[in-house]
């Protein structure tokens, strides 16, 4: 199983950057797709997940309302939409996939899978 990320980048604060991971590789028809973030001198957390059967997804609580998780069963690809980010957002975002999981999915220890990391700076 292959994971793909893309699209992190330098933005100002309020701008808005959508992140890509392409799922390769996989014969797995229902799993969970999650986005995590590791910022300088912290540990790796959960940002979001989403079902890729039902679309069901959660969010952590800083950014209920500016980020948005989303698939595209075609193109095996899950994004993640930030709006409004601030330069606490400031991490490397991972994608990762947990073969039998949900969208309670939302421990590391859950994911067996994980992508390369894109890094996200939103200068203070």
């Known amino acids: 199983v292959q994971l793909q990320a893309s699209g992190g980048g330098l933005v100002q604060a309020g701008d808005s950057l959508r992140l890509a991971c392409a799922v390769s590789?996989?014969?797995?028809?229902?799993?969970?797709a999650g986005w995590f973030r590791q910022a300088p001198g912290k540990g790796r957390e959960f940002v979001a997940v989403?079902?890729?059967?039902?679309?069901?997804?959660y969010y952590k609580d800083s950014v209920k309302g500016r980020f948005s998780i989303s698939r595209n069963r075609v193109e095996n690809t899950v994004y993640l939409q930030m709006n409004s980010l601030k330069p606490e957002d400031t991490a490397v975002y991972y994608c990762?996939?947990?073969?039998?999981?949900?969208?309670?999915?939302?421990?590391?220890?859950?994911?067996?899978?994980w992508g390369q990391g894109t890094q996200v700076t939103v200068p203070a």
């Open positions: 990762a996939v947990d073969p039998y999981g949900s969208s309670w999915s939302r421990r590391q220890q859950q994911y067996k899978y």
């Open positions: 590789g996989h014969t797995f028809s229902s799993y969970a």
């Open positions: 989403i079902s890729w059967s039902d679309g069901s997804t």
